[in-house]
Every structure is written in C-alpha cells, then in structure tokens.
C-alpha cells in the first residue's frame, strides 16, 4: 500500500504543479486551504467513500482548488483503468492459450477498458493544457467540452465491459475481474463528478476572458 501511494504521488505531482498556473484569476483566489477541502468535494460525488480513499492519500497541500481536484481524481480513474487492463491482459493470454469459454467475454472487456485507459489519458493531456496564456473563452469551453465527452465515454465503456458480466452467479475469475472493472468505473464516475464542479466555475471565469 506504501508503495502505491508514493507511485500515485510521484505520478500526480508534475500535472499538480502544472495546475497551479493554469486557471483563471478568478478561480486561483478561491481555491481553499482547509484540511477537510478533499473530503467536502468528495461528498459531492457519488462514490465519497471510495473518493475519500484514494484521494486523502496525497499530501493536502498539493490538491488545493478545484483544478487540481479535478486532474487528480482523474489521474487516479486513470491510474486504475492501467492496472485493470493489466491484470487482463495477463488473464486474456491465459485464457487464449487454453481455449477457455470466458476468453470472448473478457476479451471485450479488454477493449473496452482499453478504450477507457486513452480516452481518459486525452482528458488529463487537455486539462493540461487549460488557462494558457493565448488562450481564449472560445478555447477554454472547448478544452472543458472535450474534457467532459471522453471522460464520459471511459466511463461508458467501463460501463459496457460490466455487461459482460450479468447476474451474480459467476466464477471466481469473473467476479475478479468485475471488481476491478467497477472499480474503475466508480473512480472515473468521482472523476467526471469533480471535473464538473471544477467546469462550472472555470466556465464563469472563463467569459471574461477575450
């Protein structure tokens, strides 16, 4: 557990730095410094448990407003979505090779969370690249509209490789592999869920801008 935290630190800290000259002014002097700043935000999302849990873990002095929030709780869907496709690349192999009945249904699975783990690497790369310098409100509510559309659609496709598991009844395998994916679509749900709330306000400020 050490080690994942510092791994997901070490990989959220160079977008957290970033962020913090890419915002409106307007939205820069409203971030908070309270303790309880992570906590509140996740009781807005659906998961606040599961929010709680991954995002407490990173020093509270480098998630300080809601652009940050944002990045961060998408680099941790992000995050899942790669151990996720991972685990099942392995399994997908296995299968392969011993010509198991549940190779088709977690073969496309796989593509699916596979779709989820670019589609969320585009949002993060265009968040990124939020409040620059040249940057017009034409601009920024593009930037936040493609943000939104492939965050909504990893979310989706987590969504669709669940399908591929009905009922309870399942082997051991499968409901492995079911935690896992719903796993992932419940921290891509908390993503899309605290990018919103950053997007309201970031749109507002954005329209001063020329």
């Known amino acids: 557990?050490?080690?994942?935290?510092l791994s997901l630190f070490l990989t959220l800290l160079p977008l957290l730095c970033i962020?913090?000259?890419a915002?409106?002014?307007?939205?820069k002097r409203s971030r908070s410094r309270s303790p309880s700043y992570i906590e509140s935000s996740c009781r807005a999302t659906r998961y606040p448990a599961l929010c709680l849990q991954y995002l407490s873990t990173l020093p509270n002095s480098t998630i300080q407003n809601p652009h940050q929030l944002a990045q961060a709780a998408l680099t941790v869907s992000l995050y899942r979505a790669r151990y996720t496709r991972s685990y099942m690349l392995k399994i997908t192999k296995q299968l392969?090779?011993?010509k198991a009945k549940e190779y088709q249904a977690v073969k496309d699975c796989l593509d699916q969370i596979n779709d989820s783990v670019q589609q969320l690497g585009q949002s993060i790369r265009e968040l990124r690249r939020l409040g620059s310098q040249e940057e017009t409100a034409v601009d920024a509510v593009w930037r936040l509209s493609n943000v939104e559309s492939w965050t909504s659609a990893a979310l989706s496709d987590a969504s669709f490789c669940l399908n591929e598991f009905p009922g309870r009844r399942m082997s051991k395998l499968k409901a492995t592999i079911k935690g896992k994916v719903l796993n992932v679509a419940q921290a891509t749900s908390n993503a899309l869920a605290l990018f919103h709330r950053f997007a309201v306000r970031y749109r507002a400020a954005a329209k001063k801008l020329p």
Not at 1 to 5: F, G
């Open 19 to 21: 962020s913090g000259t």
């Open 96 to 98: 392969r090779l011993t």
């Open 23 to 27: 915002q409106p002014t307007s939205v």
């Open 1 to 5: 557990m050490a080690n994942l935290r």
